[in-house]
């Protein structure tokens, strides 16, 4: 385990297209919020949205960054998605490869 490996968090979102969440993923990673993010998807998600049962299909990205950068990541989330309140979950990562954790630091200096 890395001394530093508290120091990083993985934020999760999710958009409704591919577009949109390749987007999000260059706008973190331009402005060196994150180190790297990753587009997955399509997603089945299921959820209630203002008293209705929704099911609609959405693109996960995954950003991974320092935990210091969490609140920046996520106002800047908010200021580009076009959810009126989109998901944004931050996981703090517990054990890292330590040429990994150096990468990151890096990479969003």
């Given amino acids: 385990m890395h001394p530093k490996n508290m120091d990083f968090v993985m934020v999760i979102t ?6 949109e969440a390749e987007r999000l993923a260059s706008v973190l990673v331009a402005e060196r919020l994150a180190a790297c993010a990753q587009v997955s998807g399509p997603i089945a998600s299921v ?18 960054m320092p935990s210091k950068n969490f609140q920046k990541a996520c106002d800047t989330i908010k200021q580009n998605h076009s959810y009126e309140v989109p998901q944004i979950v931050s996981v703090r990562i517990d054990g890292v490869l330590p040429e990994y954790a150096d990468w990151l630091i890096k990479e969003t200096k």
């Fill in 14 to 19: 999710t958009c409704s297209s591919q577009e």
């Fill in 47 to 64: 959820y209630w949205w203002k008293g209705d049962l929704e099911k609609d299909m959405e693109w996960q990205v995954k950003f991974k």
